[in-house]
């Protein structure tokens, strides 16, 4: 951990610990909320972990939660207490519209800079995949049901003697 403070937005910081996690690890599909405060305090980027780190990782930063007062996108929740960056196209409450979704070049220090590269080229462009989506892994599921028959049909069928 860095004994220099440098001067930086909460929310930044949160990010960057994120996006570290993220590339080391491209196989995991999300961070536990303590792995990502662990990964925050390691990396020092501020010199010392605020308090207010650990409120971004759970509420401030996090797309799919009400805002409160935070509005950031930043993380997105996959479940309880974990989280992965966000990635345009996900979910997000309707008051984070047009909010943050990664650090300014010029808020970060140029020793993170290649995160925002990394993040811009590689990890926005990445497709979830029908594993890791649970309405993709439905993708056909039901096929077999009304093979060979029309859906009006077979709708239709399903109606016959309902009053």
């Not at 080391?24 to 780190?53: M, Q, T, W």
């Not at 010029?106 to 993170?112: L, R, S």
Request: hydrophobic share 35%; proline share 7%; with cysteine.
């Amino acid at each position: 951990m860095s004994s220099t403070k440098v001067a930086i937005r909460v929310a930044d910081e949160v990010w960057i610990a994120a996006a570290l996690l993220q590339r080391e690890h491209p196989g995991k599909k999300d961070f536990s909320v303590e792995e990502i405060l662990s990964r925050a305090e390691e990396e020092g980027v501020f010199g010392e972990l605020r308090p207010g780190v650990y409120v971004h990782i759970i509420q401030h930063c996090v797309a799919n939660r009400p805002p409160n007062p935070g509005r950031y996108r930043m993380l997105f929740e996959t479940g309880k207490a974990r989280r992965r960056l966000f990635r345009p196209g996900d979910s997000y409450h309707p008051a984070r519209e047009d909010s943050k979704t990664r650090p300014a070049r010029e808020d970060i220090p140029a020793k993170y800079h290649f995160l925002l590269d990394w993040y811009d080229a590689e990890y926005v462009r990445r497709k979830p995949n029908a594993q890791t989506d649970p309405l993709l892994s439905l993708r056909g599921s039901g096929k077999k049901i009304w093979s060979g028959e029309h859906a009006d049909e077979y709708v239709r069928r399903l109606r016959e003697g309902w009053e």
